[in-house]
């Protein structure tokens, strides 16, 4: 099975500007997770997508939204960029069943820089 | 809420040396815990799970990880490092209903030769 895999893999943009990042899962996983990754704070949950809904979301602003499609692809967006968006976005998918714990799978995440 | 502390931001250790990288959990209820590596530049890459069907859990590359309740501890061992061990190590834990990850701060890992 192919792994989950990101595109762009790294982007400079400038203040102000907008970015759309994408992520597609692997083959059956239907739950796809978003990250924001910078040495300062770590790991910073964005918000989690099932069947097209989001059923979680993570403490940023309305500049970073999100979507997932029917065949459970998924896009990010950050509009008005700040310097301090510069980071790595790691996209995760899992198959998800109620009550059980299963294991995220990542990407290899995009690089956003911007200037 | 969920979390997991990490104790060590940076942990060294020579080659050979037993790796010892520290996590905590808070849970009220028996949590299901993760462990993850990241080499430079890449993604997160799951090393082993904890899912209560044993406290003693085996994961690839030669890493094991004990799940003591009375400790709320699940930390990650390896008896030999090796210089390839050198990355970021994450520890994880997922809510009850399953959607939502919960990461540690991370535990950068130095082998010296």
Redo the contacts between chains.
């Keep these: 099975k192919a792994g989950v895999t990101q595109t762009p893999r790294y982007l400079i943009k400038t203040r102000g500007q907008q970015v759309t990042l994408s992520c597609s899962p692997i083959s059956g996983h239907r739950s796809v997770s978003w990250y924001q990754q910078t040495p300062g704070q770590g790991l910073q949950f964005l918000f989690e997508y099932f069947s097209e809904t989001q059923r979680n979301k993570g403490n940023f602003p309305g500049r970073f939204s999100g979507r997932q499609f029917s065949n459970s692809r998924s896009e990010m967006n950050v509009s008005t960029l700040e310097l301090g968006d510069s980071a790595l976005y790691l996209c995760a998918s899992s198959v998800f069943a109620a009550g059980v714990p299963y294991e995220q799978y990542f990407g290899p995440g995009t690089r956003l820089t911007v200037t | 809420a969920q979390s997991v502390t990490q104790l060590g931001s940076h942990v060294s250790v020579s080659e050979g040396a037993l790796v010892l990288l520290r996590c905590n959990y808070s849970s009220s209820v028996p949590p299901?815990l993760?462990w993850?590596v990241q080499y430079p530049?890449?993604?997160?890459?799951?090393l082993l799970?904890y899912?209560s069907a044993a406290t003693l859990v085996k994961g690839i590359n030669g890493f094991e990880a004990e799940f003591k309740k009375s400790e709320t501890s699940f930390h990650l061992t390896k008896p030999s490092a090796h210089m390839s061990d050198a990355a970021e190590y994450?520890c994880a834990v997922?809510t009850?209903?399953?959607?939502?990850?919960?990461?540690?701060?991370?535990t950068s890992l130095t082998v010296i030769p």
Excluded at chain 2, 41 to 46: A, E, I, V
Excluded at chain 2, 96 to 106: E, K, P, R, W
């Design positions: 299901y993760f993850y530049n890449q993604g997160l890459q799951l799970k899912t994450f997922i009850n209903t399953g959607n939502q990850f919960y990461f540690g701060t991370g």
